[in-house]
């Protein structure tokens, strides 16, 4: 089973993750803003965003590839200051078709906010969500940044590459097995 790695960023995080897709698993990796970011020439897909003020970064994207995409195993890898929960998945549901993520694997990545990198905007947003935010430690995260950044979060996903690859391979040799018994059988 051939698998792609296809991400969208913006501030390096998510690239960096995708980076560690690759030495992890070995698979092929697209930034989707390549030409040659084609979801339809692979079995499986890890698809990896950021999240800038409240929706993935690849969410636009997805809707223009969603043929090459909906009928695929997928696994999803978000990056944010976001742990997983609620308010994450609501994100998600607002950025990407209900189809899609009713059938996808999730997992939710901490990624890095430096405050000086990110516009003028972000941070006045970043002051507003403060604001209105109840929790006190994403309250301090979202006025003074933060940096989660951490190769061993790649596991869970490394894992789930490892099971669709291994469930092909036992899905080839049955069908293998098969073939071999039918040709004994004529």
């Not at 051939?2 to 992890?24: D, K, N, P, R």
């Not at 965003?49 to 994207?61: M, N």
């Not at 189809?99 to 006045?124: I, Q």
Request: glycine share 6%; aromatic share 10%.
């Amino acid at each position: 089973m051939t698998g792609a790695i296809f991400f969208s960023g913006y501030y390096g995080c998510t690239a960096q993750f995708a980076c560690w897709f690759v030495e992890a698993t070995g698979l092929p990796v697209f930034d989707v803003n390549d030409a040659n970011a084609d979801p339809s020439n692979y079995d499986f897909l890890i698809l990896g965003s950021s999240v800038i003020i409240y929706k993935l970064t690849i969410r636009k994207w997805v809707k223009g590839n969603l043929a090459g995409i909906e009928n695929k195993p997928v696994i999803l890898f978000t990056v944010s200051g976001a742990p997983p929960g609620p308010k994450l998945d609501a994100w998600i549901a607002d950025s990407l078709p209900e189809d899609l993520t009713l059938k996808l694997e999730h997992v939710a990545l901490r990624g890095r906010l430096n405050l000086k990198e990110v516009s003028w905007w972000v941070r006045l947003i970043l002051k507003i969500g403060a604001w209105k935010n109840d929790n006190p430690e994403a309250k301090k995260h979202e006025l003074e940044g933060f940096d989660f950044m951490d190769k061993s979060s790649i596991e869970p996903i490394k894992k789930l590459v490892q099971q669709f690859q291994s469930s092909q391979a036992t899905s080839s040799k049955q069908v293998g097995h098969t073939q071999v018994t039918s040709e004994r059988n004529t």
